[in-house]
C-alpha cells in the first residue's frame, strides 16, 4: 500500500491536528484569524443549505397546513353558512312574530276602545273570481260570525261579512262595485253612500247638491245601518267634481285602509234584534 | 279484465286522471291564495281558466264541461257572488275550447294561445254584461283600460308560456298527410285502398 500512510507518520499527523486543535482552543487570538478563514466559507454553505432547507421545508409545511388549513376553512365556510341562512331565517321569522305582534296589539288596544264588540279573525284568501273585491276570513258560523256583520281596523272599514260557511266567511270589501257604505262628511256633516269601483278607489255618492265638499275631507260612517258604528273612518277625499248637468257632485275617495294588504281583521258582532 | 293496453297502459292512464285532476282540484284554492303573489298591477292571471282550457281541449266537450261547471259552481262558492255565473260560463268555456281541439287538425301552442285569449276576453266581457251595467261610460272605460285588456294580456302571456312549456316536455304526435302517404307506403297496411 504504498498510498498508506505509515504509523508513525500518522501519529505525527494526529499529534499535529491535536496540537493545532488545543493552540485554537487555549489561544484566543488563533481563535480568531485562522478559524475564521475556515468557519466563513463553512458556515455560509452550511447557511445556505440550512436557508434552503429551511424555506422549503417550511414551504411544504405551509402548503401541507394550507392545504389542511382549506379543508376546514371550507368544513368553517360551510357550517358558518348553515348556521348563517338558520340565523337568517330565524331573523325573518321574528320580524314576521313583531309584525304580526304589534298589528295584533294594536287590533287588541283598538278593541278596548270601541263600543261594540268585535273578534279578530286571520285573511285565508281572495276572491278567486276576476270581478268580485273580496276576502275570505277563518272565522265561520262556528265561531260566531254571521251575514252582514262589519269588517274594520283600528285604520278604517275594511267591508261586510256575506257569506258564512261553518269555519270562513266571505268579507266584500268597500271597494267592490256591489259595496254600498253610508258615511258623512267629517267636517261638514253631511250624509250619503259611499260605493266601489272598478280602480280599488271610492265613490262617494248622493250628496247635497249644495255641498262644500272640498279634497282633503275626511269620510266616517254615518251608523245609520247596523254593520258600522258611527264614526269610523272610511277614507279621505281625493277629488271633487261637478260635472255639468249632474246633480250629485262627483267625489272620489282614497280608502284610509290598504286593501291589497290585509292578513288580520276585526268582525263587528251585530246589535241584538230589539 | 284490465284495460285492453297493458298494465303499463292503465298505469300511464291512471296517472293521467290524477294529474288532471290534482290540477282542476288545485286550481281554484290557487287562485284564491297563491296566485295573488303572481298579480302584475291588481292583474291576477285566471288559473281555473288555464287549467280548464288545457284540460278541455285535451278531453273533449263532455269532459270540457262538466271540468267547467264544477270549476266555476267552486268559484260561484268562494267568491262575493249570489248567482252561478262562472259555473255556466266556464262550462260553456270548456265546451268551446274542446270543440276547437276537436276541429283543429294541427294543434300546437299558437292554437291553445288563441284559445286562452279568445277565452279570456270573452269571460271578461259576459261578466261585464251580466254584473254590469256600469254608472257611466267613463268607469267601462276605466275598466276595459285597467280590468279587461290587461287581463286577457297576461292570461294570454302566462297561457302561452305554460303551455309552449308542456308542449315541449310532452311532444304530442302530429299527424300530417305526408304521415298517412308514408304509412301506405310502408307496406304495413294490409286492408283495401280506396
Same mark, same amino acid.
Given at each position: 500500500?504504498?498510498?498508506?500512510?505509515?504509523?508513525?507518520?500518522?501519529?505525527?499527523?494526529?499529534?499535529?491536528?491535536?496540537?493545532?486543535?488545543?493552540?485554537?482552543?487555549?489561544?484566543?487570538?488563533?481563535?480568531?484569524?485562522?478559524?475564521?478563514?475556515?468557519?466563513?466559507?463553512?458556515?455560509?454553505?452550511?447557511?445556505?443549505?440550512?436557508?434552503?432547507?429551511?424555506?422549503? @421545508?417550511?414551504?411544504?409545511?405551509?402548503?401541507? @397546513?394550507?392545504?389542511?388549513?382549506?379543508?376546514?376553512?371550507?368544513?368553517?365556510?360551510?357550517?358558518?353558512?348553515?348556521?348563517?341562512?338558520?340565523?337568517?331565517?330565524?331573523?325573518?321569522?321574528?320580524?314576521?312574530?313583531?309584525?304580526?305582534?304589534?298589528?295584533?296589539?294594536?287590533?287588541?288596544?283598538?278593541?278596548?276602545?270601541?263600543?261594540?264588540?268585535?273578534?279578530?279573525?286571520?285573511?285565508?284568501?281572495?276572491?278567486?273570481?276576476?270581478?268580485?273585491?273580496?276576502?275570505?276570513?277563518?272565522?265561520?258560523?262556528?265561531?260566531?260570525?254571521?251575514?252582514?256583520?262589519?269588517?274594520?281596523?283600528?285604520?278604517?272599514?275594511?267591508?261586510?261579512?256575506?257569506? %258564512?260557511?261553518?269555519?270562513?266567511?266571505?268579507?266584500?270589501?268597500?271597494?267592490?262595485?256591489? @259595496?254600498?257604505?253610508?258615511?258623512?262628511?267629517?267636517?261638514?256633516?253631511?250624509?250619503?253612500?259611499?260605493?266601489?269601483?272598478?280602480?280599488?278607489?271610492?265613490?262617494?255618492?248622493?250628496?247635497?247638491?249644495? @255641498?262644500?265638499?272640498?279634497?282633503?275631507?275626511?269620510?266616517?260612517?254615518?251608523?245609520?245601518?247596523?254593520?258600522?258604528?258611527?264614526?269610523?273612518?272610511?277614507?279621505?277625499?281625493?277629488?271633487?267634481?261637478?260635472?255639468?248637468?249632474?246633480?250629485?257632485?262627483?267625489?272620489?275617495?282614497?280608502?284610509?285602509?290598504?286593501?291589497?294588504?290585509?292578513?288580520?281583521?276585526? %268582525?263587528?258582532?251585530?246589535?241584538?234584534?230589539? | 279484465?284490465?284495460?285492453? =293496453?297493458?298494465?303499463?297502459? #292503465?298505469?300511464?292512464?291512471?296517472?293521467?286522471?290524477?294529474? =288532471?285532476?290534482?290540477? $282542476?282540484?288545485?286550481?281554484?284554492?290557487?287562485?284564491?291564495?297563491?296566485?295573488?303573489?303572481?298579480?302584475?298591477?291588481?292583474?291576477?292571471?285566471?288559473?281555473?281558466?288555464?287549467?280548464?282550457?288545457?284540460?278541455?281541449?285535451?278531453?273533449?266537450?263532455?269532459?270540457?264541461?262538466?271540468?267547467?261547471?264544477?270549476?266555476?259552481? #267552486?268559484?260561484?262558492?268562494?267568491?262575493?257572488?249570489?248567482?252561478?255565473?262562472?259555473?255556466?260560463?266556464?262550462?260553456?268555456?270548456?265546451?268551446?275550447?274542446?270543440?276547437?281541439?276537436?276541429?283543429?287538425?294541427?294543434?300546437?301552442?299558437?292554437?291553445?294561445? #288563441?284559445?286562452?285569449?279568445?277565452?279570456?276576453?270573452?269571460?271578461?266581457?259576459?261578466?261585464?254584461?251580466?254584473?254590469?251595467?256600469?254608472?257611466?261610460?267613463?268607469?267601462?272605460?276605466? =275598466?276595459?283600460?285597467?280590468?279587461?285588456?290587461?287581463?286577457?294580456?297576461?292570461?294570454?302571456? $302566462?297561457?302561452?308560456?305554460?303551455?309552449?312549456? =308542456?308542449?315541449?316536455?310532452?311532444?304530442?304526435?302530429?299527424?300530417?298527410?305526408?304521415?298517412?302517404?308514408?304509412?301506405?307506403?310502408?307496406?304495413?297496411?294490409?286492408?283495401?285502398?280506396?
Amino acid at each position: 500500500m504504498g498510498q498508506s500512510v505509515s504509523g508513525s507518520k500518522r501519529v505525527w499527523l494526529v499529534a499535529a491536528g491535536l496540537a493545532v486543535l488545543i493552540g485554537v482552543l487555549v489561544i484566543p487570538d488563533w481563535q480568531r484569524r485562522p478559524a475564521a478563514v475556515v468557519e466563513r466559507p463553512v458556515a455560509g454553505l452550511f447557511g445556505g443549505v440550512q436557508r434552503v432547507l429551511t424555506s422549503t @421545508s417550511s414551504w411544504i409545511r405551509g402548503v401541507w @397546513s394550507g392545504y389542511l388549513a382549506l379543508v376546514d376553512l371550507r368544513r368553517d365556510h360551510q357550517r358558518l353558512q348553515d348556521d348563517l341562512d338558520r340565523t337568517v331565517r330565524e331573523r325573518d321569522a321574528l320580524r314576521e312574530v313583531i309584525a304580526e305582534n304589534r298589528r295584533l296589539t294594536a287590533l287588541l288596544a283598538f278593541q278596548a276602545t270601541t263600543t261594540r264588540p268585535s273578534h279578530g279573525a286571520r285573511v285565508i284568501g281572495r276572491d278567486p273570481s276576476r270581478w268580485y273585491q273580496s276576502l275570505t276570513i277563518d272565522r265561520g258560523s262556528r265561531s260566531g260570525a254571521a251575514a252582514d256583520q262589519g269588517v274594520e281596523l283600528p285604520t278604517g272599514v275594511v267591508g261586510t261579512v256575506i257569506k %258564512v260557511f261553518p269555519t270562513a266567511s266571505v268579507v266584500l270589501l268597500i271597494s267592490d262595485t256591489h @259595496s254600498a257604505v253610508p258615511v258623512l262628511v267629517q267636517r261638514t256633516r253631511e250624509q250619503g253612500i259611499v260605493e266601489g269601483t272598478f280602480g280599488g278607489r271610492l265613490r262617494l255618492k248622493y250628496l247635497p247638491p249644495s @255641498s262644500d265638499i272640498r279634497a282633503g275631507d275626511v269620510i266616517v260612517t254615518s251608523g245609520l245601518t247596523d254593520p258600522f258604528p258611527r264614526g269610523l273612518m272610511v277614507g279621505a277625499v281625493n277629488r271633487v267634481e261637478r260635472p255639468e248637468g249632474d246633480l250629485y257632485p262627483d267625489v272620489e275617495v282614497i280608502p284610509s285602509v290598504d286593501l291589497s294588504t290585509l292578513e288580520e281583521v276585526l %268582525v263587528i258582532e251585530r246589535l241584538p234584534a230589539p | 279484465m284490465g284495460p285492453p =293496453w297493458g298494465a303499463s297502459g #292503465a298505469r300511464r292512464d291512471l296517472a293521467r286522471r290524477v294529474g =288532471w285532476g290534482a290540477l $282542476l282540484v288545485l286550481a281554484v284554492p290557487l287562485q284564491s291564495t297563491v296566485m295573488g303573489s303572481v298579480a302584475i298591477g291588481g292583474i291576477v292571471p285566471d288559473a281555473p281558466l288555464l287549467c280548464l282550457l288545457l284540460f278541455a281541449v285535451f278531453n273533449g266537450p263532455t269532459a270540457g264541461f262538466a271540468a267547467g261547471a264544477a270549476l266555476g259552481l #267552486a268559484i260561484d262558492l268562494f267568491s262575493a257572488g249570489v248567482t252561478v255565473f262562472y259555473a255556466v260560463v266556464y262550462a260553456a268555456l270548456g265546451v268551446g275550447a274542446a270543440l276547437v281541439g276537436r276541429v283543429t287538425a294541427n294543434l300546437h301552442t299558437a292554437v291553445l294561445i #288563441a284559445v286562452v285569449a279568445a277565452a279570456s276576453l270573452l269571460l271578461g266581457v259576459s261578466q261585464a254584461l251580466w254584473f254590469g251595467p256600469f254608472d257611466r261610460a267613463e268607469d267601462m272605460v276605466r =275598466w276595459m283600460i285597467s280590468g279587461l285588456v290587461p287581463q286577457t294580456l297576461y292570461d294570454t302571456t $302566462l297561457g302561452g308560456a305554460l303551455y309552449g312549456v =308542456w308542449f315541449f316536455r310532452h311532444r304530442p304526435t302530429r299527424h300530417t298527410f305526408k304521415d298517412q302517404d308514408d304509412f301506405f307506403a310502408s307496406g304495413r297496411f294490409s286492408g283495401p285502398v280506396r
